[in-house]
Structure formats: structure tokens, C-alpha cells
């Protein structure tokens, strides 16, 4: 097979560095790809939602599956083009995307299947009244959400009432998030613990890969402002495989039927962000792709031929397929630049990135990074996602080694956390593990 996949993130690459391991695979692609993609394919200067330009790339060049990792291209369509045009392709179509391309119509979809997820209202400018009396009469704290993509940044978590009055004038009058903000969704404060499930759909069937935990805030702590993701492990261990079970059954199946039966059939990753409550998990959010930081984490763990397992799922027959996995643990520690996630700095020289020192179970994935003759240097807000494969039972030795290997890698201004796997540790050290 040849494989383009879209993309030039973390994620991109932790998809390749898999891909390239198939013994179904020939040719990788990665468009736009990253200076770390080079190494397991060739990369190719188009943009992820360049839809024409992908499609033409593809037809010129034989491709057998395209998979595509980030949401806009596929909010855009990109699924429906290469349908169309008789192309094998990851990832759902725009009608199934809107699972993350409309946070309303997800809403209403959880609610219509009765999926549980928080309690909401949806308000545009026209019922901004109908908005404040649902504020008024909600209890604390609240969030607001912005209905369509806004990179992470449409989701305002208000303790008091006025404060969410202001959210929601931010987003339906001032128009923060453009038309993005022109629907808002207000829901109930969950608490509770997050966990993110990948699920490999073909429309009909799914299989399940190892819970991740993310780390979404930029301090230690989950302190401070929201960013892409700063780092992940899996499995995480407060996803025992009794709630997986019933994220199957209570979240994933009824999606995936739902879908089917609205006549909007969901192919490719569907992405769990949950909430693990008192009262079970439920719906923070769907994504209509993998995951960036989990993917470097979750698809070191799969043992076989990712291709054929995605390309099963982009042509409807993933029946009889139950992927293994490695008895093992993975640690991401994402090295960002000073200033993400608000303005950062780029152009630094990358240090301590000779693969050839990279032990057994070592992996740093590529994300903002660019090369320069022969520097390798930053060229993004997320710049690596410096990565360690460890024994299963032994998390905290997987987290000792991935800080270990982060210690090795240097460039001017590298922030990162220092408490990736922490609430991990917690959960084993409270069942003795
Ligand atoms: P979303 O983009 O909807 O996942 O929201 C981004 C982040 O906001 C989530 O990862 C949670 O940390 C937080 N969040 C969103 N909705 C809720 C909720 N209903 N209760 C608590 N936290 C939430
Ligand atoms: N890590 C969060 C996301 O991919 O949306």
C-alpha cells in the first residue's frame, strides 16, 4: 500500500513512525509532514486542507489510503472528496465530522440517543434572553462553549453568573470566535477525572484502543491556560476495563448506531472525550480524529499492522478484527516553546535529536519543528512530543525515563510540565499496584 497521510503534528508522525513498521506498506507521504516525518517518508509541500491539491497528489501518485489526522480537513470535506473520486480514505465524511465540527449538534445527537453527557441549552443572538435565563437558573459553575472549532480556545469554564453572561456576550455579540461563536452551547459542570477513547469505526463496527489521559493545561497541576495537550500516557488506569466496557456499550455503540440510522454512517477515529463522574463516564466532547498528544502514546502500544487495520475500517469491513496490544506503557512528554499556548517564539536550533543516541523504547516525535541545512529547528507552539515506551506495570519507571530522555534534548526557551503521570501514579498507588 502507499500511504499519504495529512498533516504535521505530533500526531502525523507518531501515525507514520507506525506506518512505516507495516509490512503492507510501501510508500509514505506526509503532506505538509514535518522535519521528523522525513525520516519515515517523503514529505510533500501541500497543505492539510489544500483539498484539490491532495486529491490530485493522490490520484498522480498511487496512493491506496489516505489518512487524515487533523479536523479541519475533514470538516471541510476532504472525506467526500476522495469518495467521490473512488479513493480509500480515513476519517469521516463532513456530515459525520460535525460530531466535532458543531459542539449543538453533538449536543443534541447525545441527547436524541441518549448518550449521557452534561445537561446544556443551545442559544444563538436571536434567544441571547433565553441564554441568560438558563444562566439563572442553572446551578455553579458553568460552561459556555462556543459551537464550532476554535482550536481549543472556545470553552470558558465560569464560576459565577455574571461571568458566564460575559462568555456568552463575548462569543454571540463581540464575536470572539467569528462564526464559530454564532451558537453557543451552556452546560453543567461535570466533575470528576478526563480519559479520551479512541474508537476505529467502519460505519457499522469498532474496535477500541488503550484509554490515554491528556494534560491540557500548560502549568503543573492543571493550572494556568488551555492548550493543545502537554503530554499523555496510556492505558490509564482510571479507565478499568469494567468502565471501558461501558463506554462501549453506553457511549461508542449507540454513537456509531445513531449515526447509521441518521443516515450519516461514521468512518475513521471517533474520539471520547470523557468525564469520568460518580455516576459513570459521559460525553465532554467528540472529535472526529485521533488525538494529539494520545496518539503517541496509544499507537506505540498496538501490535500489528496499523494499515490494515485502518484501511479496514475506511472500507466497512473491520469484522473479525480485534487488534492486540503490547503488554507495555507510553509516556509523551510534549516540549513546547516560551510563550505557547499565546504568542511563542520560533527559529531555535534543536539539540540532542541524533537518533542514533535513542535507546530501546525511545521515540521523540516530531511536531513544530523545521529543517535548516542540517539544524533542525522550532517552528511551532508544540515543538516535540518526546516519547518512552515502558513495561506495563511499571508507569512510574516509564515516566522516570521519558523526563530522562526530555533532559537529553535541548533548545532556547523549551517549557514543559513536569507532572505528566502523576494522577496515574495516584490511582496505582491507591490499588497497591
Ligand atoms: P472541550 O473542547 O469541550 O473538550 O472542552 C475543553 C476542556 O474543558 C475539557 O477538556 C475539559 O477539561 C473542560 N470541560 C469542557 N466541558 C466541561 C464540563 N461540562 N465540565 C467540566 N469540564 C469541562
Ligand atoms: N489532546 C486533545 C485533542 O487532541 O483534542
Not at 455553579?140 to 460575559?166: F, N, S
Request: contains cysteine.
Amino acid at each position: 500500500m502507499n500511504i499519504l497521510i495529512v498533516g504535521s503534528g505530533g500526531r502525523e508522525h507518531a501515525l507514520a513512525w507506525k506506518l512505516r513498521q507495516s509490512a503492507s506498506v510501501n510508500r509514505i507521504f506526509c503532506a505538509p509532514g514535518n522535519a521528523g516525518m522525513e525520516s519515515v517518508g517523503t514529505t510533500v509541500p501541500l497543505k492539510a486542507t489544500d483539498l484539490d491539491g491532495l486529491l490530485r497528489f493522490a490520484q498522480d501518485n498511487a496512493v491506496d489510503l489516505t489518512v487524515v489526522g487533523p479536523e479541519q480537513p475533514l470538516v471541510m470535506g476532504i472525506a467526500d472528496v476522495f469518495q467521490d473520486h473512488k479513493l480509500v480514505v480515513f476519517g469521516p465524511t463532513a456530515a459525520a465530522a460535525r460530531l466535532e465540527g458543531s459542539k449543538v449538534f453533538a449536543k443534541d445527537f447525545l441527547y436524541r440517543h441518549g448518550i449521557p453527557t452534561a445537561r446544556f441549552g443551545s442559544f444563538d443572538a436571536a434567544s441571547e434572553r433565553e441564554a441568560e435565563a438558563f444562566i439563572d437558573g442553572s446551578s455553579l459553575p458553568l460552561v459556555v462553549k462556543a459551537d464550532g472549532l476554535a482550536a481549543g480556545k472556545g470553552v470558558v469554564i465560569c464560576q459565577t453568573r455574571g461571568e458566564a453572561r460575559i462568555a456568552l456576550r463575548e462569543m454571540l455579540e463581540a464575536r470572539a470566535f467569528g462564526a464559530a461563536g454564532d451558537r453557543v452551547v451552556i452546560e453543567e459542570f461535570l466533575a470528576g477525572e478526563e480519559a479520551s477513547v479512541f474508537a476505529i469505526c467502519d460505519g457499522e463496527r469498532f474496535v477500541t484502543l488503550p484509554c490515554a489521559q491528556d494534560h491540557k493545561r500548560i502549568l503543573d497541576g492543571d493550572r494556568g491556560k488551555n492548550t493543545g495537550g502537554m503530554g499523555a500516557y496510556a492505558p490509564a488506569p482510571v479507565m478499568t476495563q469494567g468502565l471501558l466496557r461501558r463506554v462501549e456499550e453506553e457511549i461508542i455503540r449507540p454513537t456509531l448506531e445513531g449515526m447509521k440510522k441518521e443516515g450519516t454512517p461514521y468512518r475513521g477515529c471517533l474520539y471520547a472525550g470523557l468525564m469520568i463522574t460518580e455516576d459513570g463516564p459521559k460525553v465532554l466532547e467528540f472529535n472526529c480524529r485521533f488525538g494529539d498528544p494520545e496518539t503517541q502514546v496509544v499507537i506505540p502500544l498496538i501490535d500489528g499492522d496499523l494499515a490494515v487495520l485502518l484501511h479496514a475500517a475506511a472500507s466497512g469491513s473491520l469484522e473479525g478484527m480485534t487488534p492486540a496490544f503490547h503488554e507495555a506503557s507510553a509516556v509523551c512528554i510534549v516540549m513546547a516553546s516560551r510563550g505557547y499556548p499565546d504568542a511563542y517564539e520560533t527559529g531555535k536550533v534543536i539539540r540532542g535529536l541524533d537518533s542514533a543516541d535513542l535507546e530501546k523504547g525511545e521515540i521523540v516525535f516530531h511536531a513544530g519543528t523545521r529543517r535548516e541545512g542540517d539544524a533542525i529547528i522550532t517552528a511551532g507552539g508544540r515543538v516535540l512530543g518526546v516519547t518512552v515506551v515502558g513495561y506495563k506495570h511499571e508507569l512510574e519507571a516509564t515516566i522516570d525515563a521519558a523526563y530522562r530522555l526530555v533532559h537529553r534534548i535541548a533548545f532556547d526557551g523549551a517549557y514543559y510540565r513536569s507532572d505528566i503521570g502523576k494522577k496515574a501514579l495516584k490511582h496505582l498507588q491507591s490499588r497497591n499496584l
